[in-house]
């Protein structure tokens, strides 16, 4: 059974810096694209960035987000620096298109 189980999350003010892991556990990584989405209260959710054959970020990730993978360890990073108050959300992991975490909540006071 594939688990994603994200830690990291918190409360951070602005400017500050968080870094986000998942642990995937039930099945190599291989070369399954994994990511992050984030979901703000009454917004939808949205891609923050993607890694695979290449990597991605959403336009409000560019240049403050980082996202990095290590198969040997079966683990997923996001560093954020540089956070904004629009930053809070529940940032989810994900793998392929079938497998997520529960999210970690991450609150940026301003």
């Known amino acids: 059974q594939v688990q994603l189980v994200e830690s990291g999350g918190g409360l951070v003010q602005a400017g500050g810096s968080l870094r986000l892991s998942c642990a995937v556990s039930?099945?190599?990584?291989?070369?399954?694209?994994l990511g992050w989405y984030r979901q703000a209260p009454g917004k939808q959710r949205e891609l923050v960035a993607q890694?695979?054959?290449?990597?991605n970020y959403a336009d409000s990730a560019k240049g403050r987000f980082t996202i990095s993978r290590d198969n040997a360890k079966n683990a997923v990073y996001l560093q954020m620096n540089s956070l904004k108050p629009e930053d809070t959300a529940v940032y989810y992991c994900?793998?392929?298109?079938?497998?997520w975490g529960k999210g970690t909540l991450v609150t940026v006071s301003s």
């Open positions: 890694i695979g054959a290449r990597i």
């Open positions: 994900y793998m392929g298109v079938n497998y």
């Open positions: 039930g099945r190599i990584l291989g070369l399954n694209t």
